[in-house]
């Protein structure tokens, strides 16, 4: 059987325009159109073709360079740079333009705010051309690496010990250059004494810095290289990351709108980012559904009560049958405003500092608990038994009893295919696990990008190809 054998001596004559270098169904032509809709002068970007200095690259085009490029992955400015003069679809949508590396930094630099705006564009365009109906939203959040080493994490108790260190450090160097100028040491020693004696002074001076900042702005933790960044555990383990949750609409899974954040895990969260996809979309969702992870009943109450929510509580989502003296076996009257408990003694109201938005419940009088038999299973204390009360805890029955019906379940049930799909496609097909910038406003860029860029190709897949997209864009 013959070979086809390589022949690299071979002319070829390229196409006499740039135009002609991909083909019509190329999907770097999508993403060029996306972004020709896009409105520069709305994310804050400069646009202006008459500002004094030397000429700049057209700032549309440098856009398109990074939404292409992150969606295949390359993220890195080095990279794209290599793709500018190497790959021929990048060639094309720069239209031959050849920026270095420097100048395709500094882009993403000044502009990373704005860049960080480009999701809602997206989304709002997805929303015109019916694709996102903004009915049901599904959120979610996922952990990815920030870009900074889990060692460069700070406590007051490890600045505290540092800076002992480092005091007697600096004093046997000033003991050391006393003994040098008193038996006349060489001057190359003291000038190396010198030297360390800086060294030390300045990693003192930062020390300081980060136990100020700790106690300043009351942080438990600070990274010194990203000072946004908190370290978190997930099952890649323990690392400085980020929290990025998303708002994924139910109608075709395109991602509403997405954000970074500091917080180690969703509770709490679920209000702020209804906020936000509401702000993207100008209009309410019907229904917002997340996971037992955002069961917060405080944060819940603060969603608009016309929003129909799902999420399970926790004692919903572990499943678990409760045992003979669990709390909820213990019988609220709302009369009398105490709880039964199985075998018949009531528990009234205690004042205690605790948990915030809890009543705490003991058994009166406390003997009659070491008189019961079940003394030693339902509880041990001598005071006698405590069981808690949310102070809205009506609010929480109704939010169970809502999750449970049928309708609701169904819902749920599509959640994890919709919510969870676009972080498998950041992380596993474009092996994004850590990010290169460094910060909120950079790290949040990122984000936009790379949700953009998913829901770009979920586009060209629902309107069944590249050059459908772009005609339904332009209006054909």
Known sequence: MAFKNPERKQKHLFPDSIEDYVDEDSPVRAYDAVVDMMDLEELGIDTDENVVGNSRYDPRSMLKLYMYGYSYGIRSCRKLERAVHNDLTFIWLMGGLKPGYKAISEFRRINREAIAKSLKQVARMCMKLGLIAGNTLFFDGTKIRANAAISNTWTEQRC?????????????????????????????????????????QKLRSKVQELWGELQMEQKAVVNSTDRDARQMHSKDG?????????????????????????????????????????????????????????????????????????????????????????????????????????????????????????????????RTCKE?????????????????????????????????????????????????LPFGHIKYNLKVRQFLLRGYKGVQAEVSLLCSCFNIRRMITLFGGVPELINVLSGK
């Open 160 to 200: 505290r010990k540092e800076l002992e260190k480092i005091d007697q450090r600096i004093e046997e160097i000033l003991l050391e250059s006393e003994k040098a100028d008193r038996d006349e040491e060489d001057e190359e020693s003291e000038v190396h004494m010198s030297s360390e004696l800086k060294e030390q």
């Open 238 to 366: 323990s690392h400085t990351s980020y929290n990025v949750q998303t708002a994924v609409d139910d109608e075709h899974g395109l991602i509403v709108s997405a954000e970074a954040l500091s917080a180690a895990n969703d509770r709490g969260q679920l209000s702020r980012q209804v906020k936000k996809s509401i702000g993207n979309l100008e209009e309410k969702p019907g229904t917002v559904c997340a996971d037992a992870g955002y069961a917060d009943i405080n944060d819940l109450d603060e969603i608009d009560k016309e929003v129909n929510i799902i999420v399970p509580s926790q004692r919903q989502a572990q499943k678990k049958k409760p045992g003979p003296f669990d709390n909820k076996n213990f019988t609220y009257i709302q009369e009398e405003d105490c709880f039964i408990c199985p075998e018949g003694a009531k528990l009234y109201p205690i004042k205690r500092k605790n948990k915030k938005g809890q009543q705490y419940y003991r058994i009166k009088p406390a």
């Open 372 to 420: 019961c038999k079940y003394f030693g299973i339902c509880t041990t204390s001598e005071r006698g038994r405590i069981t808690t009360r949310l102070l809205k805890a009506d609010y929480q029955e109704e939010l169970e009893i809502n999750y449970r019906k049928p309708k609701s379940q169904e819902i749920y049930k599509r959640r994890q295919s919709r919510a969870e």
